[in-house]
Nanobody, 123 residues
Framework: QVQLVESGGGLVQAGGNLTLSCAVS????????VGWFRQVPGKEREFVAV????????HYADSVESRFTISRDSAKNTVYLQMVYLKPEDTAVYYC????????????????WGQGTQVTVSS
């Protein structure tokens, strides 16, 4: 079983930066595709970004393209989501999730999930 734990959320002003972390354990880190999703109360969970097991392939939602960067550090078994120029509409609970193949960006395509970390962007 794969375990994922998100951290790094918080309160930031519009235009600010924030980096989220997803610590992965339970399986070889390089074997897992890891994605980031976010959810606002009353809305469905939506895809944000995904990275392949080797880090060689990434994909982003149109709403965050050029502002967010997903990366992974094998030495730390951690996937990051670097966010710049944050907007109020980025406010949500952010989740990381894992699966074995890169194809598919819907929540149902992912097998294991973390508990989420809150990101709030003011102004």
């Amino acid at each position: 079983q794969v375990q994922l734990v998100e951290s790094g959320g918080g309160l930031v002003q519009a235009g600010g930066n924030l980096t989220l972390s997803c610590a992965v354990s339970g399986r070889p880190f390089s074997e897992y595709v890891v994605g980031w999703f976010r959810q606002v109360p009353g809305k469905e969970r939506e895809f944000v970004a995904v990275i392949s097991g080797t880090g060689g392939v990434t994909h982003y939602a149109d709403s965050v393209e050029s502002r967010f960067t997903i990366s992974r550090d094998s030495a730390k078994n951690t996937v990051y989501l670097q966010m710049v120029y944050l907007k109020p509409e980025d406010t949500a609970v952010y989740y990381c999730a894992s699966k074995l193949v890169i194809l598919g960006f819907r929540p149902s395509d992912f097998n294991s999930w973390g508990q989420g970390t809150q990101v709030t962007v003011s102004s």
